[in-house]
């Protein structure tokens, strides 16, 4: 009998798991089923007909530069003119900026960050920063792959700017799109003007250090940054206009009921 009674209080506790256990469970359920919800808003919005026709925009002007000679008089005038050791030692400090390797982890700190800090104000903007960055990167990383390729020019080192699909994979300058991302995240966050504009400005840095470096045409650099933009723009819009439905039990007379609270 004692043995049958050590058997019964392992089994009952799998069949009838605790209520602290299925709470977090449930936690951790909605948390995935928000993400996937998030995500699933910001590449509606970045797939949107009127973001596509955007991203056309962008690509077909980055498409003049490039198989014209724009793109290769302005490497040639920049490299002569303008590059000097000042402009290196500058694009030196610029150009991790555009290292998701380094910049990731970064964004997940600051993610992880404001889920700690919620309550404090400082907090809860790093955390938001954090979140708004990663999804953006989320969303532009594909078609900015894609488009490495599908576009196929090469570096300046290599050879010129002149679209050859699948020939090579620099198409789109990785260090722009990515450098740009907290810069375009920011300016999405602020109401300041002036900060907005700083910021603005901020994320081009890291897109001319490559043109300071040789290592993409002037086409190339825009278009990642572009990217940048409109990867930022859809989540600052899918934010704005997400809407929450909070239902939470409420006393009434009688009995208990339920209240719907719609938040914008």
């Known amino acids: 009998m004692k043995k049958l009674g050590a058997v019964f209080l392992v089994v009952v506790p ?53 198989n014209t000679s724009t793109d290769k008089e302005s490497r040639n005038w920049y ?3 303008l590059r000097s050791k000042e402009t290196d030692n500058l694009s030196d400090i610029i150009r991790p900026f555009g290292n998701g ?28 920063w954090g979140k708004k960055s990663l999804r953006a990167i989320l969303m532009g990383t594909p078609p900015m792959l894609l488009l490495q390729a599908a576009i196929g020019s090469s570096r300046p080192e290599e050879d010129d700017s002149y679209w050859q699909p699948f020939n090579d994979s620099n198409g789109v300058s990785g260090h722009s799109f990515i450098g740009a991302v907290p810069f375009m995240t920011g300016a999405k966050m602020t109401n300041n003007p002036y900060l907005k504009y700083f910021l603005y400005v901020g994320s081009t840095l890291t897109g001319l250090s490559r043109v300071n470096d ?13 990217l940048a ?36």
């Not at 040789?214 to 572009?226: R, T």
Request: hydrophobic share 40%; net charge negative; charged share 20%.
């Open 214 to 226: 040789d290592a993409h045409y002037f086409s190339q650099v825009a278009l990642g940054w572009w």
């Open 79 to 81: 490299q002569k003119s």
């Open 14 to 66: 799998l069949i009838f798991p605790s209520t602290s256990w299925t709470g977090e469970t449930q936690e951790i359920t909605g948390k995935i089923n928000e993400i996937k919800e998030t995500l699933s808003q910001d590449y509606r919005c970045f797939y949107s007909y009127e973001n596509l026709k955007n991203l056309a925009i962008g690509i077909g002007i980055a498409g003049v530069l490039a």
């Open 101 to 128: 390797m380094i910049t990731i982890p970064v964004y997940l700190g600051a993610a992880l960050f404001g889920e700690v800090t919620s309550d404090i104000e400082f907090g809860s903007t790093i955390g938001e």
């Open 229 to 264: 933009y409109l990867a930022a723009t859809c989540v600052d819009k899918a934010e704005k206009e997400k809407k929450e439905v909070v239902i939470a039990p409420s006393p009434i007379l009688n009995g208990v009921g339920f209240t719907v609270a719609l938040r914008f």
